[in-house]
């Protein structure tokens, strides 16, 4: 006789819990039809349970960064571990509370064993609000706090409800793509517009409006790769006016001494003003 992939003792658990379990839903839907309270289906369901069928172990599959015993202490949280009284719906649901994850989900393997499979959020950027650091996914999703010491290689963004601009941000780098991976971070300011920090310390203020400021970074990028303004020692690029380009130097900045000797100055094409 071929052994069997499981023991007969196991077999005769799950066949008695079935034939248990399909008598205990047809009890309770008769019960639940004439008003009887569902008790008698809780005490079978709990007889099921005590038979062998009931939750003593949690598979969990999907995690990368984040905590792992979240998610044990979520699945295991049961007024009963029997398993036909795991809500797993509601399981999900409380899962889905939890910023780290995007989704969920939650199923049984009989006898003894929920599986629950995890989808992660990936982290995008840091977002600094009232001097609190938190990470958050490109849908501006809060992820969790972290400390100084613990910030990641991720674009910082700073203000109120910056987080919930990443998306438009991503979106607008990809207008001037040379320059994304010189981006430090940004702040959101007055609910209305960006000014970008690059990792050389400059600071662009761009216009509001998507398609203005999309332009104006257009025509930034242009004139960097034409006359390398960052990089230079310029504190401010001011854009917000699409008539001006006005640059903000150190004071005493004056001409800057170029590669080949020759003298340097600001760039032709900007308004130059001491700061």
Known sequence: MDHLPVSVATLRRIATGAIVGT??????????????????????????????????????????????????????????MAMPLVDLDKVRDRLLDYGWIADARVSRRLPDTLLVDIVERTPSAVWQNNQTLWLVDAEGVVLEQIALDEMPDLPLVIGPDANRQIAGLNELMKAAPALDPMLAGATWVGNRRWDLRFQSGEV???????????????????????????????????????????????????RKPAANGEGADAPTAAERAEG
């Open 23 to 80: 008598v205990a839903i047809g009890g309770v839907a008769v019960a639940s039809a004439f008003g009887v309270p569902q008790a008698a289906g809780v005490g079978v369901a709990e007889a099921i349970g005590r038979a062998g069928f009931e939750v003593e172990r949690v598979e969990v599959t999907g995690i990368d960064r984040m905590e792992r015993l979240t998610v044990y202490a979520i699945a295991l949280d049961q007024h009963s």
């Open 204 to 254: 662009l203020a761009l216009p509001q409006g998507e398609k203005e400021a999309a332009a104006a970074l257009v025509r930034f990028a242009r004139m960097d790769g034409m006359d390398r303004l960052l990089g230079r020692g310029f504190v401010r690029f001011d854009m917000r006016d699409p008539a001006k380009f006005v640059v903000r130097v150190p004071r005493g900045m004056g």
